[in-house]
């Protein structure tokens, strides 16, 4: 009964590579986020999906693409992975609307980069 | 240009005393804060929040202050126990907007 599942957890891969992370939540929300979380710990918001479209995108390279199809999932493609993408990825989601409504998160993909 | 500070890496308390954690923010334009709580190799979870029209929310052992001439707001938990030991997020919404700051995180240890 997983809220906010991601897959894989861990991900050890070449630089140079392609590669997915999935996320699925069964929780009903609407919109769908990709976090960042480096080295020195702080989480940042790169990609947030509202029903399948694209409503932030923070000027994250273009290497990172985020794709939904639909409103219960967001997945993200790395293409040509380097260094500096080592980290863990953080898929949340939450219900829109005029009060802050709390994200939920999954529980992160740490992708390391040789 | 970070946005909402957390400048205690890590806070020990003895279990049963208070714990109080700090958040510093530099945005007039936040106007919804919120507290994470993390466990290793877990997602933050959701634990708090406080819109800045109050400067009180309280949950039962959980209690955030609000300060906004300050721009500055505490977690206080009370007691505190051994499984409150976890890396505490403070984050911040952009009004309008569903994007939320975070700061870094507080290494909170609960001692027996």
């Known amino acids: 009964d997983t809220a906010v599942s991601q897959t894989p957890k861990y991900l050890v891969t070449q630089m140079g590579n392609d590669k997915s992370i999935k996320c699925e939540q069964n929780?009903?929300?609407?919109?769908m986020y990709w976090y960042k979380q480096d080295s020195k710990k702080f989480l940042k918001i790169m990609f947030s999906?509202?029903?399948?479209?694209?409503?932030i995108n923070e000027t994250v390279p273009n290497r990172f693409s985020p794709k939904s199809p639909d409103k219960a999932h967001l997945n993200l493609h790395i293409n040509s992975l380097e260094l500096g993408d080592s980290a863990v990825y953080f898929c949340a989601s939450s219900q829109a609307g005029g009060a802050a409504q709390p994200q939920h998160f999954g529980d992160g993909t740490r992708l390391s980069i040789l | 240009d970070q946005q909402v500070k957390q400048n205690s890496p890590s806070l020990s308390v003895q279990e049963g005393r208070i714990s109080i954690l700090n958040c510093d923010y530099t945005?007039?334009?936040?106007?919804?804060f919120l507290w994470y709580k993390k466990y290793p190799a877990e997602g933050p979870t959701f634990l708090i929040s406080i819109s800045s029209i109050k400067d009180k929310n309280e949950d039962g052992r959980f209690t955030v202050f609000l300060n906004k001439s300050a721009k500055h707001l505490s977690l206080h938990i009370v007691p505190s126990q051994p499984g409150d030991s976890a890396v505490y997020f403070c984050?911040?919404?952009?009004?309008?907007?569903?994007?939320?700051?975070f700061g870094q995180g507080t290494r909170l240890t609960i001692n027996p």
């Open positions: 945005n007039s334009m936040f106007d919804y």
């Open positions: 929780l009903g929300h609407d919109t």
């Open positions: 984050a911040a919404r952009i009004q309008g907007a569903q994007k939320l700051v």
């Open positions: 999906y509202n029903n399948k479209e694209l409503i």
